[in-house]
């Protein structure tokens, strides 16, 4: 998980992409930037994203977003 330019972005989380969309909207409401890598794929082919869609923040937002990813992570 880790092809992001500079080592600026950080991928934490890979999976189905109603998940990915999930947190994606989680991290959003605390104003957390956030893409997601592969979701037009992985709606179109999901058989055909390896690792499922992405969510992309960036690295300097790790501490803030790791809360939120656990509370996420434990509840699937």
Sequence with gaps: ???????EFV???EGQQIDASFLKSLLEQEEIPVFLEDELMGSMY??????GVKVIIR??????AQPIIQKFSNNH
């Excluded at 998980?1 to 080592?7: A, E, H, L």
């Design 46 to 51: 999901p058989s055909f994203v390896v690792g």
């Design 1 to 7: 998980m880790g092809k992001y330019k500079d080592g």
């Design 11 to 13: 991928a934490v989380f």
């Design 59 to 64: 690295k300097e937002d790790l501490d803030k």
